[in-house]
């Protein structure tokens, strides 16, 4: 069956367009110290009333805030009909609080809840989603959104986010769960959705007054789409990425291009001349596609700002000060056209043939999926240096958990700390970060296709 294209999804929407719901309404909690988080199924009606509602999967509440520095108690309750668990993407924390199921922690059975206690350390924008049957989960919406709040607060005139996700409906318009697993997209880019939505919502209206400083807090949600928005005739600097503040807030030129997993923080200052509708584009397709639209309202505009301050910076390591204790190399290997021969799977080396009947097409250092020693051993402290060379034919977004790093990659600016980084084909890059807490922590492609396919491994850290 083949699934709606964008064009269709449009034409189709169009009918519903009057009915199109107004900018996130998030139900914010505040965080004291104890937040419970219901993970459940959910419907959504991006086709429009006359459509049969979509099933998809969530959690109670929109958007989870945070403190920087204050320590929270997250009871996640799981009404989902599978097991699961959730992974705290982004945030420097204990590692039994990573959420990595079967490596960290057991899987919340259906019914059963896990309380996750840890202090954010680092104010920014993150997420949690989760990290169990990701490739599943996550593309029937297992996410949501975490902004860690600054110890002190920093002044704009709105902060809005922006989270973009890319679904797979089918013909009958419910999410095309058949194709999941699909092998062919695995071994590609991974699995591409056919409809963009921001916010959970399709093409919603963000509120904003004319002549005011907006935060922008935009992150990829989707499986596997590399996404790039474009924000026509604003002015905009970008504050932080992967929840980590630029020393110097740093123009924003062109399009921002997000790997699935990364986040930017941006400002933006809305034209003082601007009112109604101005669309947001998503840009990572031929189609320029108005994925959102500012909705603005006349004000008594402020114009002629400056440019804006930096944010506080969080408690990072000073990687310079340090000799490396470990430099090592970690190749990509497989995937389409990628000539992969053989690799180590579950501690047995296999033809590529043998290989695709276990699911897996993609390795690292020559083993698919998890190996059985880790990539590497370091002490809390330790300066550890990884060249990632991508033998691919693909891009890729590699996330390194519990950890921020950075990278010598010439598509970045330079001095940013990620968590995810994105590699296109052919490219070779050095992350260098510290160990820092004791336990198991994974590398892996965030595109989560190309995870589950075999490109993850896992370092350890002791003290
Ligand atoms: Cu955002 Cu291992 O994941
Ligand atoms: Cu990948």
Known sequence: MMPLNRREFLRLAATGLCALPLGIQARIVYAGDRIELVL????????????????????????????????????????????????????????????????????????EEFVYRFTPQDAGTFWAHTHHNTYQQLARGLYIPMIVEESSPVSVD????????????????????????NMHEWSHGGRMGNVLTINRQFQPRIQVSAGTRVRLRILNAANSRVMAVELPETSAWILAKDGQPLKVPVVLQGSLILAPAERYDLIVDIPAEWKGEVPIYEVSTEQRFAGAYWYVSASNALIGRSPPTRLPSNPMPQLSKKKPSQSIQLKMEGGAMGGLRKAVYQTQSMEVRELIQHKQIWALNGVANLPDKPLLSAKTGDLIEIEIINNTRWPHGMHLHGHHFQADSARYIEGLWHDTLLMEQGEKTVI???????????????????????MVTWFEVTT
């Open 40 to 111: 459940q199924a959910e419907q959504s009606n991006w086709l429009g009333d006359q459509y049969h509602p979509i099933d998809l999967w969530g959690m109670d509440q929109k958007v989870l805030r945070l403190k920087q520095n204050q320590a929270v108690e997250i009871v996640v309750k799981n009404e989902l009909p599978e097991a699961t668990s959730l992974h705290w993407h982004g945030l420097r924390i204990e590692n039994a609080m990573d959420g990595v199921s079967g490596l960290t922690q057991r899987a919340i059975n259906p019914g």
């Open 158 to 181: 709105q902060d809005h986010l922006l989270v973009l996700d890319d679904w797979r409906l089918n013909k009958g318009g419910q999410l095309d769960l058949e194709s999941l697993g």
């Open 432 to 454: 260098s970060f510290q160990a820092e807490e004791p336990g198991k922590w994974l590398l892996h492609c965030h595109m989560i296709e190309h995870q589950a396919a075999g």
